[in-house]
């Protein structure tokens, strides 16, 4: 992982770290005995920190440049060992670096359903997830609160504890927030804010920030989001009832038309005979002698009773209207059971074929056997 120049002799001459990782948060520098020598070349680059500890003690911390290890650049130390001016011994110290850069895109979400109260649903459970990034902005904290002795600490070491920060701050937030669950999704940047706050203040005492948070979705249970997905589709198709009885009354006129067209047609052929009648004498033809007596004009029938129509449902769609001679074709060639929901103005409501009476033996009537069985 790093990449050291040895000199001739026993003691390192230069220390540095090259990360080749897209994971480690802290790495030991490693060598014999711990033994440094005095004045040996320090670098510390961009995005990193250099934690010295000694004989157990946190001491300096070094931030990115390059320096010479000298009583001067090393109060603390110095102060620890009682170094004079003239101090020029190889010490011992254990020297961390410190990686202080973001590490991003790291996922979070909740494990299990959080149970809120929705001011339209009621109670609801809900499900998240997003991601966030974390930084280290005080190595030596961090070291001290997390890190410990590990001579090399990764980004998954920790991750899951943020994690269950995150939840843990997320569930708060969301309880407290009384935000629909339908507007939630119009709400996810400031939820986020929210929940970064809350969460700031809880890695600040590992020694770390978050700089970035971002909720991706907020999801109901499969269950009620299918029920919920039912209520959409109702309220884009209207009242469902009206819309029913619309249908059949547009039926209903356009079969009425036909029938008064057909019952005009057969009275004025009545009429016309009965005139025709009256005017021909008993022998044919011959003159009539007198006037008859006035008769009463005959009494026209009254119209033939309208013939109920049937809407059957299939497949969630309405498909109709079917006279009853209709339907009785259609429950021979078994395009209608006795399960099929049907209904008829004056209907309380789609009932099954079987329960309705006029239905019924539909069903019951069977054809005699064929020809030569």
Avoid: C
Avoid at 156 to 185: C, K
């Amino acid at each position: 992982m790093g990449i050291f120049d040895f000199l001739t002799g026993e003691f390192i001459d230069v220390i540095h770290w090259v990360d080749d990782t897209r994971d480690t948060m802290v790495w030991r520098f490693e060598r014999e005995d711990h033994e440094i020598k005095y004045g040996a070349k320090l670098t510390v680059r961009e995005g990193q920190s250099a934690v010295f500890i000694h004989e157990g003690q946190l001491a300096d911390v070094f931030t990115p440049g390059l320096y010479m290890l000298e009583t001067n650049n090393m109060p603390i130390l110095t102060t620890l060992n009682h170094w004079d001016h003239g101090f020029k011994s190889p010490f011992k110290s254990e020297i961390y670096f410190v990686n202080t850069t973001r590490f991003n895109d790291l996922k979070w979400g909740t494990k299990n359903p959080i149970m809120i109260r929705d001011p339209e649903f009621g109670p609801t459970r809900i499900r998240a997830f997003g991601t966030y990034s974390v930084r280290v902005a005080d190595p030596a904290k961090f070291l001290v609160e997390i890190v410990g002795t590990d001579g090399e600490f990764t980004m998954d070491e920790i991750s899951f504890q943020i994690r269950n920060i995150i939840v843990q701050a997320f569930s708060r937030v969301i309880a407290s927030a009384g935000i629909p669950v339908l507007d939630m999704a119009a709400n996810t940047a400031d939820l986020g804010k929210l929940v970064a706050r809350e969460i700031s203040g809880i890695v600040a005492e590992y020694g770390l920030t978050i700089p970035e948070f971002y909720i991706e979705n907020i999801s109901l249970p499969p269950a009620v989001e299918e029920v919920l997905d039912k209520r959409t589709s109702m309220g884009i198709a209207g009242n469902l009832d009206n819309y029913m009885k619309f249908n059949a009354a547009e039926a209903m006129g356009a079969e009425g038309s036909a029938m008064a067209a057909s019952m005009g047609a057969g009275m004025g052929a009545g009429m016309g005979m009965a005139m025709a009648g009256g005017m021909s004498g008993p022998w044919g033809s011959a003159p009539m002698q007198s006037a008859p007596a006035p008769q009463a004009a005959p009494v026209a029938p009254p119209p033939p009773p309208v013939e109920k129509v049937w809407h059957v449902a299939e497949d969630g769609e309405t498909k109709g209207p079917f006279s009853k001679a209709k339907l009785g074709r259609m429950a021979s060639g078994g395009a209608l059971t006795r399960e099929t929901y049907v209904w008829t103005p004056g209907q309380d409501g789609w009932m099954r074929a079987e329960d309705v009476s006029e239905l019924a033996q539909l069903f019951t009537i069977l054809p005699p056997p064929p020809p030569g069985s």
